[in-house]
């Protein structure tokens, strides 16, 4: 995985969330807060596919 640097709170609900990602995942926050790249972190090779916003 890519090393990625996170408030450390948000890093403690990432790493959560790494170990056992649930089906389906909406991120949110303002533009260019890092979800896309942050979405890519979570979903590593098991990336299905992430949808952009239009």
Avoid: C, V, W
Avoid at 5 to 19: D, K, V, Y
Avoid at 36 to 52: E, V
């Amino acid at each position: 995985m890519m090393s990625l640097i996170f408030e450390p709170s948000t890093e403690r609900q990432i790493q959560t969330l790494a170990r056992s990602l649930p089906q389906a995942l909406l991120l949110t926050g303002a533009n260019g807060a890092g979800l896309l790249t942050t979405a890519k972190y979570l979903a590593g090779p098991a990336l299905a596919g992430i949808i952009q916003p239009t």
